[in-house]
């Protein structure tokens, strides 16, 4: 998943005031054509990988606000 997978989603519920993040899966920081071309980072990529990667999207949310 790159953050352009989600580039329409993402205008939809920040017009209706949400804060939304779109981050893209290690390694698929680049945009798609580049990864048509080398597609090697998604070979590369593990389901580990994935879950550490957005477990540190999450804990750099910080604490839930009250």
């Known amino acids: 998943m790159t953050p352009r997978s989600w580039e329409n989603r993402v205008e939809r519920y920040e017009r209706r005031g949400y804060r939304v993040l779109a981050p893209s899966y290690p390694g698929l920081e ?17 389901v580990p990988a994935i879950i550490e990667h957005l477990e540190a999207v999450i804990r750099e949310l910080g604490p839930r606000p009250s």
């Not at 945009?31 to 998604?42: F, G, M």
């Open 30 to 46: 680049v945009e798609v054509e580049a990864l048509n071309e080398d597609p090697s980072p998604i070979e590369a990529l593990t």
